[in-house]
């Protein structure tokens, strides 16, 4: 998978980025967390993608038994069966917007997506 440098910084993102909106969420087409973990396994681990798109708010639709942070908390579980995983990933996630956001919202917003993501940095 071919890389390209994001912005003028360091760090490289694949040409092909995983998208993961509907992951666990409560429509009939949503994937489940097997389902998830496979997609990861197989872009991640078989075909070089490191760019991972998710959001707080994910998945879209949401439900009371399938709430939003869901997403995050799919991907997590998956980082934690090896630690290493975190390494090969950048993570892009997004705040809920609307009138809440405020610098205190912003760190708040952050903290809850690190904390179901299982990692201690965003990229």
Not at 23 to 32: E, H, L, M, R, V
Not at 51 to 76: C, F, H, M, N, W
Not at 85 to 107: D, H, P, Q, S, Y
Request: proline share 3%; net charge negative.
């Amino acid at each position: 998978m071919r890389q390209r440098r994001l912005g003028g910084g360091d760090i490289a993102v694949s040409e092909l980025g995983l998208g993961t909106q509907r992951w666990g969420g409560d429509d009939f087409n949503s994937p489940d967390e097997a389902l998830c973990h496979r997609m990861l396994d197989y872009a991640v681990l078989e075909r070089g993608v490191n760019l991972v798109d998710t959001a707080e708010q994910y998945p879209i639709p949401s439900a009371r038994d399938k709430p939003e942070g869901a997403t995050e908390r799919i991907i997590g579980s998956w980082l934690a069966k090896d630690m290493a995983r975190r390494e090969k990933l950048v993570i892009a996630t997004k705040i809920t917007g609307g009138a809440n956001v405020t610098a205190g919202n912003i760190v708040r917003d952050c903290e809850g997506s690190l904390q179901r993501l299982g990692t201690d940095y965003l990229d």
